[in-house]
Structure formats: C-alpha cells, structure tokens
C-alpha cells in the first residue's frame, strides 16, 4: 500500500511553468513505476507522462512532450513534473499515481495503476 500526495498545482499565465509534486508514504517507493495524469471535468482521465522505478525510462503523451518533463527522487520518496510552455489545454486536475508491477514496461492506461493521489488543480490562462 502506498499513500500520494500532490503539490503544486495553482493558476499560471500561458507560456508560464508550473512544477507539481508527488510525495509517497507507506511502502517502498523504488518499488513503483509513477505516472501523471489529468483530467477535465466530464471527460476521461489522460495520461500525461511515466517515469520507471531507476529513471531508466520516461514515456510522454504527445500532448507534453518538448514541454513537461517527469522525474523522481527515490531518497526522497518524490516525483516531480516540471510544466514548462504551458497553454490554456493544460488546464485540469493533475493526479500522480503508482504501478506496482514489477514489468519494465511503462503503463498509460489509468486502470493499470493501483495507487492514486487525491490530484491538484492547474489552471493556465490565455
């Protein structure tokens, strides 16, 4: 079992950068691949970015790459997603979540993911 939080989420300019971050508890955080998401209201939930347990691996929606970058911090327990050019389409609540399956393979469905934060709120405006 681990446990996520979310930080960092707030309102921003178009252009403008954001960080978020994601604290685990509960379990051995090296243990997990983590992910981002976000989501808009009425619509599914997105898949934004991976990262592997090591870093070894990232994996970016189309949407993100050349802007977002993931990564994490295994003796702190934290991932990060530094939001660079953000745009007015960035705009939606941002969940970190934890696949603890031990595959190499970075996962972009939502539902292969066991373990979810609460989210935070990025608003960009134009």
């Known amino acids: 079992q ?4 979310e930080s960092g989420g707030g309102l921003v300019q178009a252009g403008g950068s954001l960080r978020l971050s994601c604290v ?3 379990s051995i955080f090296r243990n997990y691949h983590m992910g981002w998401f976000r989501q808009v ?9 991976a ?3 090591h870093s070894a691996f990232t994996d ?10 993931i990564s994490r911090d295994n ?6 997603l530094q939001m ?3 745009k007015p389409e960035d705009t939606a609540v941002y969940f970190c ?7 190499a393979s970075l996962r972009r469905a939502s539902w292969e993911y066991d373990y979810w934060g609460q989210g935070t709120q990025v608003t960009v405006s134009s």
């Open 2 to 5: 681990v446990q996520l939080v």
């Open 24 to 26: 685990a508890s509960g």
């Open 41 to 49: 209201p009425g619509n599914e939930r997105e898949f934004v970015t």
């Open 51 to 53: 990262i592997s347990r």
């Open 60 to 69: 970016y929606a189309d949407s993100v790459k050349g802007r977002f970058i």
């Open 75 to 80: 003796a702190k327990n934290t991932v990060y």
């Open 84 to 86: 660079n050019a953000l």
């Open 97 to 103: 979540a934890a696949d603890r399956r031990a595959s």
